[in-house]
Structures are given as C-alpha cells and as structure tokens.
C-alpha cells in the first residue's frame, strides 16, 4: 500500500481563496500609502517652488508668473498651460501664478488635470487641497484630518488645509 502525502485540490482552493482575500484587503492601503508618498513628494517640491517665488518677490517687487522665472530646477518636462509655463513630471504638474492670484505662491496639480487633486501654496503659508472627484475629495479630507479653511474657499470648491 504506498502511503502517500499530498494535499487535495479542496485543500489548495481554500489557500489561494484565503491568499485573494488577504490581496483584496492589502491592495487598497497599499495604494493609498503609494499615493501618500506621491502627494508627499509634491508637497516638498511645491515648498521648493514657493520659497523661490518668494525670493523672486523681494529681488523684483512681484511674484513669477511663469516657473522659468525662477531660479531653481524641478525635473521634469516644460510645458505651456493655461499660457503659463509649468513643469510636468510623471505624476503632478507644477506651477506659480494661477489665474493671476497674487496671493498664490505654487501649485502641484496631480495629473492628469483636473480629475483627482490639486496642492495650492499661498502666501499666508496656508496649503490647501482641492478635489475634482469623490476620490479626491476623500483623499484630501484624509490628508487634513477634516481641517477646511473658509478664507482659501472658492467657487464652492473646499479647501481642506494641510498642515
């Protein structure tokens, strides 16, 4: 009689079962840790951006208007948009000068435009976070903890302040 051990196909099933339950709830929190890191990196880099506009302000009396004004260098890919030259890297595009706003030191729109977030830099070092979308509606009240700011609220678009 041979004696062989081995485990059933029942037995198999059950593993990957439990394994694809265990991905189906990891995925998730890895995406939004992903995410984090990305808006992390923005955050640093728009801070970059808005120092150097800052320093741009004192040597010529107003602020940049366009990022090639400025005396730094994000990696990336220069662009026109909205008639204003930005830099776009892989996951934001960033910029100064929104519409003109005097008060708004640097962006970093995640991309593509206008469907998940935007960073906005002011000069009352105020930072706040825009949505496009429920998804980023949640990813912002996340990354403030709930904090809005009704003096950066505009146009009915909710500023949840970082920091």
Not at 90 to 112: C, M, Q, S, T
Request: aromatic share 10%.
């Amino acid at each position: 009689m041979n004696n062989h051990q081995a485990f059933t196909l029942i037995e198999l099933l059950v593993v990957v079962l439990i394994i694809g339950i265990l991905a189906a709830v990891a995925l998730p929190q890895y995406d939004k840790a992903v995410e984090k890191a990305r808006a992390a990196e923005a955050l640093s880099l728009m801070k970059t951006i808005a120092d150097a506009n800052q320093a741009y302000y004192m040597a010529n009396g107003t602020h940049a208007i366009h990022m090639d004004e400025l005396d730094i260098e994000i990696p990336g890919t220069s662009i026109t948009n909205f008639d204003a030259h930005r830099v776009q890297t892989k996951w934001f595009e960033y910029g100064v000068a929104w519409n003109n706003d005097p008060h708004l030191l640097a962006i970093a729109n995640r991309l593509p435009l206008s469907t998940f977030y935007v960073f906005n830099l002011f000069d009352d070092n105020v930072t706040c976070c825009y949505s496009y979308s429920t998804k980023g509606t949640d990813f912002c009240k996340s990354l403030s903890k709930g904090k809005t700011n009704s003096a950066h609220t505009s146009g009915g678009t909710t500023c949840y302040q970082l920091q």
